[in-house]
């Protein structure tokens, strides 16, 4: 067990998957309580007793954060059973459908707006009173495409490119009430959402992400948690309104990159912790 987070309180969205579960078993692991928050149908339970058996600290939140309610009643679960909240991560999100926009259904747009940006959108509303209380901090999942935009999904790309302007806004405004606010911006990540065989992406899509990264490969769940580790710590104190790629180099790529890449850099780094939810992909339209 570490001590980068020794005393903190966290909720993590989209904490039973994915970089989410990456994130809060490190969280747990560097001392924080973590409050692991999902969907009803996310494996939220599974984690929080895998934090447990590990020594870490951690209870469960299921509901649709994407309703204030349900945002204020999280943040009120996280506040009585730990007495405060230092840190929110907003990496709840979806990848619904891959497809030309022309194609794409008004069903995935809505239900891609409602997961990736209405929830960031409610959590931040509700956490704002407690982080202003205990000088803490927001960290929101952004990602490349928000910067570079995404063919085949305009819509998600679009979507992260809110959550950059909507978090750089809030770090100008909270700035005064000593809240810090950033984003993290990954690339393709090694989760279900990569994959074709869980997510939504076809088998020239899933390489073409692959070969535009620089490193040749796609990044761990863990080595997007070490960012936003660093970005809620206080060892970020002069951070605010960052965002900043974990993306193995695909905004400076050009053409494939990635077939030029020594094959070390393509090796992936063992991983210190237990993801038994990495591939699981919870991206399917649900109304």
Known sequence: MGNRLEGKVAIVTGGGSGIGEAICKKFAKEGAKVVVAGLPEDPVEDVVKEIQETG?????FSGDLSSLANAQSCVELAVKQYGKLDILINNAGTFPETNMLSDFTEEAFDYLLKNNNKTVF????????????????????????GILGIAQNVPYGASKGFNHAFTKGLAAEQAQKGVRCNVVAPGPIDTGWTHKETGPMDSQMEKMVTQATILGRRGTPEEVANVYLFLASDEASYVSGAVYPVDGGTLIAKGPAGELAADSMKKQPKEELDLEHSKESHTSVRK
Do not use: D, F, H, R
């Not at 409610?122 to 495409?145: D, F, H, R, W, Y």
């Open 122 to 145: 409610a959590m931040s509303k509700a956490a704002l009173p407690e982080l202003q209380k205990t000088k803490g901090n927001i960290v929101t999942a952004g990602s490349e495409s």
């Open 56 to 60: 870490g600290v951690a209870i469960p």
